[in-house]
């Protein structure tokens, strides 16, 4: 089966995030758990470059794991400080997926959003004093309801967002399918990303496509200056993945629909999402002179477009919409499995703490 | 000498990542005066900054860092003892005035979450004990920022027992430490320097007294001022060094107003008429004790230094009016007015 419409969106949204995951912050990903999301996550661990750790962070995880600490025994057994480093430094270079995330406490929260701001933790416990870079981005899985909600503090630093409940159902056997079908289309995202991260030094966005953003935010009651700076971010990595050197209408619309300007509380939103999205592609439009250029380079044919092969994206889209999301599946395990906790790897701290007076 | 893992940590700070300037911090221009005034005088008690998400708060405080000027210590003194003022002695031994000179960045310490009380304090040496059976203290962040800064960002989530050791230490300029095996006081004079947001929670009585200077700042509403905004932050996000060539003669200008203001701060005059306004003001708000005309009183004349005027005056008193006084007052649970809005209307009288 293809992948067409919302769906290629979130295929494109993933891809934005394995282009360049500090500088997009993170996903916020909305949704009970099930075959879908777990289709997502798959997505993005194939999307993303061989080597970039993607560490799964329980929402009740204690400070010192958080940050790291004295590795008692380690410590004991060899006569020095040994450092067990904490999941926001074993991350380092990655994605930290962090598990119900509207339950997270606001102590954590803070914790991870320094993290995220600072590109490195800083340990001062336990009679050690250690600074180490953990360049993360986050995965805030949210399976929210009965007003529940992810910490705004890290709704705000994180630029996508996706909600499975707006996507058109699939069931698992159509994800299994997807996963490891004939077909393979996931297995094409990686390249797509690596060609954008090659592009995206040069693609440029510019002082209209900005004005645009700026004023969306401002006529949508959006106060922080986060939502625009990472939408401006998107559009960009959108351009460079879509081959694009300069930011268009396409780009910004895109980072309306998928990107930080969602900002609101959960029963008026799905009304100001589409408000957002019209309002900024009005201004973009209004801004933007230069004419839109059809790119050959495009992944994924966009909705409403006519597929090559005649799909005809609604009629697949709707098979098995009633098996239930949270059905387990193979494939649902097999994620869970590559997202099991990573090993507890003691190591010794940098060289200095063994160094002498 | 202990060489412990503290040491290390200034070391590291050499590839830290770039700060965003100062000057290039556009629509907060309260917030800046506050930095600014707090670097002048020292003795103001630092600064407070309550606000909205994404409103730049830390980069703030985190781009003051390089403005600052060097300051003497005694050389080789992991305590950087003033080579000029320090007559208590220093647990390192090192000899106060009569030590050898150097000079040093006055350091912006971050109290990093998660902190526990040994390293705030300081304690046993861990590597000496372990490796050598040696009985050394590892001084913690308090010694790290004398004669500085102390950073806390989400100060009203800092537990509750860090906040007692704050408050004792900061009235007390001096660092009691008993704890494993090993006892140590060490001078500890600092900056405090807050921020949080109130929607997280609220900030002990006690310590929202300690800090001299209080804001409450939100994001402009401005359409000009954000989008200005945002093309610096994109602008530094794409290539930090560049921009920070940009605004280095900025920086200079910034960083030499600053050290002329604290050179000139002692010679400033505060009149008597300027004296009773303050008091009079104070009086009708209704503050607590004295420290709100004392605070009041050092921000004006720090203004007055800032601005290069050679007196200081009632004007300077009026701009620094609600930085010194807005979190002094006694709260009046059937008044809906902020505390803003009371202080206008005693400097406003209609």
């Given at each position: 089966?293809?992948?067409?419409?919302?769906?290629?969106?979130?295929?494109?949204?993933?891809?934005?995030?394995?282009?360049?995951?500090r500088r997009?912050?993170?996903?916020?990903?909305?949704?009970?758990?099930?075959?879908?999301?777990?289709?997502?996550?798959?997505?993005?661990?194939?999307?993303?470059?061989?080597?970039?750790?993607?560490?799964?962070?329980?929402?009740?995880?204690?400070?010192?794991?958080?940050?790291?600490?004295?590795?008692?025994?380690?410590?004991?057994?060899?006569?020095?400080?040994?450092?067990?480093?904490?999941?926001?430094?074993?991350?380092?270079?990655?994605?930290?997926?962090?598990?119900?995330?509207?339950?997270?406490?606001?102590?954590?929260?803070?914790?991870?959003?320094?993290?995220?701001?600072?590109?490195?933790?800083?340990?001062?416990?336990?009679?050690?004093?250690?600074?180490?870079?953990?360049?993360?981005?986050?995965?805030?899985?949210?399976?929210?309801?009965?007003?529940?909600?992810?910490?705004?503090?890290?709704?705000?630093?994180?630029?996508?967002?996706?909600?499975?409940?707006?996507?058109?159902?699939?069931?698992?056997?159509?994800?299994?399918?997807?996963?490891?079908?004939?077909?393979?289309?996931?297995?094409?995202?990686?390249?797509?990303?690596?060609?954008?991260?090659?592009?995206?030094?040069?693609?440029?966005?510019?002082?209209?496509?900005?004005?645009?953003?700026?004023?969306?935010?401002?006529?949508?009651?959006?106060?922080?200056?986060?939502?625009?700076v990472?939408?401006a971010h998107?559009?960009?990595?959108?351009?460079?993945?879509?081959?694009?050197?300069?930011?268009?209408?396409?780009?910004?619309?895109?980072?309306?629909?998928?990107?930080?300007?969602?900002?609101?509380?959960?029963?008026?939103?799905?009304?100001?999402?589409?408000?957002?999205?019209?309002?900024?592609?009005?201004?973009?439009?209004?801004?933007?002179?230069?004419?839109?250029?059809?790119?050959?380079?495009?992944?994924?044919?966009?909705?409403?477009?006519?597929?090559?092969?005649?799909?005809?994206?609604?009629?697949?889209?709707?098979?098995?919409?009633?098996?239930?999301?949270?059905?387990?599946?193979?494939?649902?395990?097999?994620?869970?499995?590559?997202?099991?906790?990573?090993?507890?790897?003691?190591?010794?701290?940098?060289?200095?703490?063994?160094?002498?007076? | 000498?202990?060489?412990?893992?503290?040491?290390?940590?200034?070391?590291?700070?050499?590839?830290?990542?770039?700060?965003f300037?100062?000057?290039?911090?556009?629509?907060?221009?309260?917030?800046?005066?506050?930095?600014?005034?707090?670097?002048?005088?020292?003795?103001?008690?630092?600064?407070?900054?309550?606000?909205?998400?994404?409103?730049?708060?830390?980069?703030?405080?985190?781009?003051?860092?390089?403005?600052?000027?060097?300051?003497?210590?005694?050389?080789?003194?992991?305590?950087?003892?003033?080579?000029?003022?320090?007559?208590?002695?220093?647990?390192?031994?090192?000899?106060?005035?009569?030590?050898?000179?150097?000079?040093?960045?006055?350091?912006?310490?971050?109290?990093?979450?998660?902190?526990?009380?040994?390293?705030?304090?300081?304690?046993?040496?861990?590597?000496?004990?372990?490796?050598?059976?040696?009985?050394?203290?590892?001084?913690?962040?308090?010694?790290?920022?004398?004669?500085?800064?102390?950073?806390?960002?989400?100060?009203?989530?800092?537990?509750?027992?860090?906040?007692?050791?704050?408050?004792?230490?900061?009235?007390?300029?001096?660092?009691?430490?008993?704890?494993?095996?090993?006892?140590?006081?060490?001078?500890?004079?600092?900056?405090?320097?807050?921020?949080?947001?109130?929607?997280?929670?609220?900030?002990?009585?006690?310590?929202?007294?300690?800090?001299?200077?209080?804001?409450?700042?939100?994001?402009?509403?401005?359409?000009?001022?954000?989008?200005?905004?945002?093309?610096r932050r994109l602008a530094f996000d794409r290539d930090a060094?560049?921009f920070?060539?940009?605004?280095?003669?900025?920086?200079?200008?910034?960083?030499?107003?600053?050290?002329?203001?604290?050179?000139?701060?002692?010679?400033?005059?505060?009149?008597?008429?300027?004296?009773?306004?303050?008091?009079?003001?104070?009086?009708?708000?209704?503050?607590?004790?004295?420290?709100?005309?004392?605070?009041?009183?050092?921000?004006?004349?720090?203004?007055?230094?800032?601005?290069?005027?050679?007196?200081?005056?009632?004007?300077?008193?009026?701009?620094?009016?609600?930085?010194?006084?807005?979190?002094?007052?006694?709260?009046?649970?059937?008044?809906?007015?902020?505390?803003?809005?009371?202080?206008?209307?005693?400097?406003?009288?209609?």
């Open positions: 089966m293809r992948i067409e419409g919302r769906w290629a969106e979130v295929r494109r949204a993933i891809a934005i995030l394995a282009i360049d995951p997009v912050g993170g996903l916020l990903l909305r949704g009970r758990p099930g075959p879908m999301r777990d289709l997502v996550i798959a997505w993005l661990m194939r999307a993303l470059p061989d080597g970039v750790p993607l560490v799964r962070m329980p929402v009740h995880i204690t400070e010192d794991r958080l940050v790291g600490g004295l590795a008692l025994a380690e410590t004991l057994r060899h006569g020095r400080p040994i450092v067990e480093p904490g999941v926001l430094a074993r991350a380092d270079g990655g994605l930290v997926v962090c598990a119900t995330a509207e339950r997270m406490p606001i102590a954590t929260a803070s914790v991870v959003c320094a993290t995220l701001d600072s590109g490195e933790i800083v340990v001062e416990r336990d009679g050690l004093s250690v600074r180490s870079t953990a360049r993360i981005a986050l995965v805030l899985l949210d399976e929210g309801s009965d007003g529940e909600s992810v910490p705004a503090s890290l709704r705000d630093r994180v630029a996508l967002d996706v909600d499975l409940d707006a996507l058109p159902i699939l069931s698992s056997g159509e994800v299994a399918d997807l996963l490891n079908g004939p077909a393979l289309e996931a297995e094409s995202l990686r390249p797509a990303v690596m060609a954008a991260r090659g592009r995206m030094v040069s693609t440029t966005i510019g002082g209209a496509a900005l004005d645009a953003l700026s004023e969306g935010c401002v006529e949508l009651g959006i106060g922080s200056l986060r939502a625009p990472l939408a998107v559009a960009t990595l959108h351009a460079a993945l879509e081959g694009r050197g300069t930011v268009e209408a396409d780009d910004l619309s895109f980072a309306a629909r998928l990107g930080s300007t969602k900002r609101d509380p959960p029963s008026p939103r799905a009304r100001r999402n589409r408000r957002t999205i019209r309002v900024i592609r009005m201004r973009a439009r209004r801004k933007a002179r230069s004419p839109r250029t059809s790119s050959s380079k495009r992944l994924p044919a966009p909705s409403g477009r006519v597929c090559s092969t005649d799909c005809g994206p609604r009629r697949h889209a709707r098979v098995g919409a009633s098996v239930g999301v949270t059905a387990p599946s193979a494939s649902r395990r097999r994620v869970g499995d590559r997202l099991a906790y990573d090993r507890h790897a003691a190591m010794p701290a940098s060289g200095s703490t063994s160094s002498r007076p | 000498m202990t060489r412990s893992a503290s040491t290390r940590v200034e070391a590291e700070r050499g590839n830290h990542m770039e700060s300037p100062f000057t290039a911090i556009v629509g907060q221009d309260e917030l800046l005066l506050a930095l600014s005034l707090a670097t002048v005088e020292p003795l103001l008690g630092g600064v407070l900054i309550f606000g909205d998400r994404g409103t730049g708060k830390s980069t703030a405080v985190r781009s003051l860092a390089s403005l600052l000027p060097r300051m003497k210590v005694v050389r080789g003194c992991p305590y950087r003892c003033d080579p000029e003022t320090d007559g208590a002695p220093c647990p390192a031994g090192c000899g106060g005035r009569s030590g050898e000179v150097e000079e040093a960045p006055v350091p912006v310490v971050d109290l990093p979450l998660g902190t526990t009380e040994d390293r705030l304090v300081g304690s046993l040496d861990l590597e000496a004990a372990l490796a050598r059976g040696e009985r050394i203290f590892s001084p913690g962040l308090l010694a790290r920022a004398h004669r500085g800064f102390l950073y806390i960002d989400e100060v009203n989530l800092l537990p509750d027992h860090l906040v007692d050791l704050l408050l004792d230490v900061a009235a007390s300029g001096e660092n009691v430490v008993e704890r494993e095996g090993v006892g140590v006081r060490h001078a500890a004079r600092f900056v405090l320097l807050g921020s949080g947001n109130p929607e997280e929670g609220e900030l002990r009585p006690q310590l929202l007294d300690r800090f001299g200077l209080c804001l409450e700042i939100s994001t402009p509403t401005d359409l000009a001022t954000r989008t200005e905004i945002i093309k060094s560049a920070a060539r940009e605004y280095a003669a900025r920086e200079a200008e910034w960083r030499a107003r600053l050290e002329s203001a604290r050179s000139r701060l002692r010679e400033l005059e505060i009149p008597e008429h300027v004296i009773e306004r303050a008091a009079s003001l104070c009086q009708s708000l209704e503050t607590d004790g004295l420290r709100g005309e004392l605070t009041l009183l050092r921000a004006a004349r720090a203004l007055a230094a800032l601005d290069g005027d050679s007196a200081v005056e009632d004007r300077h008193l009026l701009r620094v009016a609600h930085l010194a006084l807005r979190h002094r007052l006694r709260r009046q649970p059937l008044d809906e007015v902020g505390s803003s809005a009371r202080i206008d209307r005693v400097l406003l009288p209609s």
